[in-house]
């Protein structure tokens, strides 16, 4: 808090700032710091405040009648009235203050001149200040060895050193070079979340270098995939319609019997484990208890996926979530809005430090009414997880007058402007003809990625490259752009290491490379 202070006249006009440069003398700053002390410590308030101010003032005009004083000379200086006028304990806190922000400026250290012109580069590549804050915010990631993040050169140049690891002298040096430059200049763009993970993320699961994903969930294992999936970074596709969910086992009531504690281990694995781990002991009738003491606190720092750790509470909220959710069920199975309530709540975990980091878009019947009206009124008050999500109806044919009055009454009704529209059977008529045959038998449980912009098949992947298109382009640059992002995309497609997911995922993203 600042207060309203009086300048008094004064021949002071100018001082000298630490960098040694001269700035307006103005005496509301020395007011507003004793002000500040004086309430920290609570011995005065504005008016004695201003009135040690004023007394400094005039020292100082005694002492520098002909030269200029210093910041740290104006300090010294309160730090002696403030002693002489009986205020001890400002005083002390005063100094101590003084102290520890002189520690912090002696830890600055001065950009380095490679870091300088780094920068300078990186700059140069931006045809406007809100793609480069853009950047800083979501790409660039932070290099611990150089207390830093990383500039818009390094970062195009971590993706390049992946792709040669991965792709080795298939290209050649020319070819690394153009889409180097395609991709600092902007002209291309690969997988924006491949271009953020390349390196260690994206070395020890793949699935860290694709931006969207679709499933059908219809096995406990599958809750543990989307869970990893959204944890990795990757958006989530996934079905809650009645054909998916019946395949879930039936829940058996609770016999009393209870599993030995499950230790949950500290990374995307173990808290993917730990979640199957309790749904299949729910499902079965039993019961856990979870061990979460090798769980990072909030707030430490995630090497490998950047961010900050959220520490074990929104994993003990989601296991505690689904444990009432499954027990309220026993002798029955989870409806649709039970299974989209879990995952949207699987989704809430993967929130750090303030930020949302998972994409979800729910896809359920037409006639769902459960799921029509899941976002009715204050659902975020009363289930504020199902924010997480984007929802959609399934139209698996043209329907009726009165079955399509229904949906849109019900969505003017909610005023949140869902459920949207997935139009399933028009899919077809959609499709490029090369992947028309072989998409064919997957039609009745395919959907889309969050963004509704691709049709994927179950555990299928989004492989995502770009051409940005410019007003001063022409056929022939248009063309280059296009052949480059190819390039981009089929490397990218041989990206198929899914250690921890099912086969299936592999299978998937295997054969959609060859018939792409």
Not at 330 to 355: A, N
Not at 444 to 449: D, E, F, I, K, R
Request: glycine fraction near 6%; aromatic fraction near 8%.
């Amino acid at each position: 808090m600042n207060i309203t202070t009086s300048n008094k006249t004064t021949v002071l006009t100018q001082v000298i700032k630490r960098d040694r440069t001269v700035v307006p003398f103005d005496q509301s700053k020395i007011t507003n710091a004793i002000f500040k002390a004086g309430q920290a410590t609570g011995e005065f308030g504005a008016e004695i405040a201003q009135q040690l101010s004023d007394e400094v003032v005039k020292i100082l005009e005694q002492k520098f009648e002909h030269e200029l004083p210093s910041v740290e000379q104006i300090q010294d200086l309160v730090e002696t009235v403030l002693i002489k006028e009986n205020w001890a304990k400002t005083a002390k806190a005063y100094i101590l203050y003084r102290n520890e922000r002189a520690k912090i400026r002696a830890q600055k250290k001065p950009v380095p001149e490679e870091v300088r012109k780094l920068a300078h580069a990186s700059k140069s590549y931006f045809r406007n200040t809100l793609s480069e804050l853009i950047y800083y915010r979501t790409y660039s990631r932070w290099l611990p060895e150089k207390g830093r993040r990383e500039t818009w050169v390094e970062t195009v140049d971590r993706y390049i050193a992946f792709m040669r690891e991965n792709l080795g002298e298939r290209l050649t040096h020319a070819d690394y070079t153009e889409l180097r430059d395609a991709i600092l200049k902007q002209e291309v763009m690969p997988s924006m979340r491949l271009l953020w993970s390349a390196g260690e993320a994206a070395r020890k699961t793949n699935v860290a270098a694709y931006n969207c994903s679709y499933i059908a969930p219809d096995c406990l294992k599958d809750f543990g995939e989307i869970m990893y999936i959204l944890m990795c970074g990757t958006g989530v596709g996934f079905s809650v319609e009645q054909q998916t969910i019946h395949k879930l086992p039936q829940i058996k009531k609770q016999i009393g019997k209870k599993r030995s504690t499950f230790v949950i281990e500290d990374s995307k694995e173990g808290w993917a484990d730990a979640f199957v781990y309790g749904l299949e002991a729910w499902f079965s009738g039993e019961d856990v208890q979870f061990d979460y003491s090798r769980i990072r606190p909030q707030g430490a720092r995630l090497k490998t996926m950047g961010g900050r750790a959220s520490g074990p509470e929104p994993l003990r909220a989601l296991l505690d979530f689904s444990r009432e959710r499954i027990l309220q069920r026993q002798g029955r199975r989870l409806s649709t809005l039970d299974v989209h309530d879990i995952i949207c709540k699987i989704g809430e975990v993967v929130v750090m430090g303030g930020v949302r980091r998972s994409a979800l878009i729910s896809l359920s019947d037409l006639d769902d009414v459960d799921m029509r009206h899941a976002k009715d009124g204050a659902f975020y008050i009363s289930h504020p997880e199902r924010s997480m999500a984007n929802n959609s109806a399934i139209y698996n044919e043209k329907p009726t007058v009165l079955e399509f009055l229904d949906e849109w009454l019900a969505l003017i009704k909610s005023s949140s402007g869902e459920r949207g529209i997935f139009n399933r059977s028009g899919i077809l008529g959609q499709l490029p003809e090369r992947r028309r045959e072989s998409f064919a038998s997957y039609l009745s449980t395919c959907g889309t990625n969050p963004c509704g912009e691709i049709i994927l098949r179950s555990k299928q992947f989004c492989n995502l490259s770009e051409v940005v298109a410019r007003a001063e382009d022409t056929l022939e640059t248009l063309l280059r752009k296009i052949r480059l992002a190819t390039i981009l995309g089929t490397y990218q497609a041989t990206l198929t290491n899914f250690p921890y997911l099912s086969p299936e995922w592999k299978k998937t993203a295997k054969k959609s490379a060859c018939s792409a």
